[in-house]
C-alpha cells in the first residue's frame, strides 16, 4: 500500500496549487481519502477529507479556498487551494482510511511541502 503525493511548492499569497495523491493496491475507491497539514511547530491537522460516495467535510479554515475531489478509477484524491495564505503554509499529507465506514487514516502518503510567500 502507497500513496504518493505531488503538487507542492512555493507560491506568493494569493495565489493557487493543485495537490495530488495517487493510492496503490485495490480498495481504496471504496475508502475516505484526505488531506492533514502540518506546520512547524504545530499538530497536524484536517485539512479535508472525501467519502467514496463524494460527500466532502473541510475544517472550518479551509472552506470556500479549497476543493477537495476524488477520481475513483484512478485512485486519486485531489486537493485544489486557491486563495493561499501565508498560514496555510504546511507540509501536507495524504491519507486513506481502511473502510468505507471509517473516516479515519490508515493509511499515509509522503508529505508535500506548501509554501506560501507574503
Known amino acids: 500500500v502507497q500513496l504518493q503525493a505531488s503538487g507542492g511548492g512555493l507560491v506568493q499569497a494569493g495565489g493557487s496549487l493543485r495537490l495530488s495523491c495517487a493510492a496503490s493496491g485495490a480498495g481504496f475507491s471504496n475508502n475516505y481519502m484526505g488531506w492533514y497539514r502540518q506546520a512547524p511547530g504545530k499538530q497536524r491537522e484536517l485539512v479535508a477529507r472525501?467519502?467514496?460516495?463524494?460527500?466532502?467535510l473541510y475544517a472550518d479554515a479551509m472552506k470556500g479556498r479549497f476543493t477537495i475531489s476524488r477520481d475513483n478509477g484512478k485512485n486519486t484524491v485531489y486537493l485544489q487551494m486557491n486563495g493561499l495564505k501565508p498560514e496555510d503554509t504546511a507540509v501536507y499529507y495524504c491519507?486513506?482510511?481502511?473502510?468505507?465506514?471509517?473516516?479515519?487514516?490508515?493509511?499515509w502518503g509522503n508529505g508535500t511541502q506548501v509554501t506560501v510567500s507574503s
Open positions: 491519507y486513506a482510511s481502511r473502510s468505507t465506514f471509517i473516516s479515519e487514516p490508515t493509511y
Open positions: 472525501i467519502s467514496s460516495g463524494g460527500s466532502s
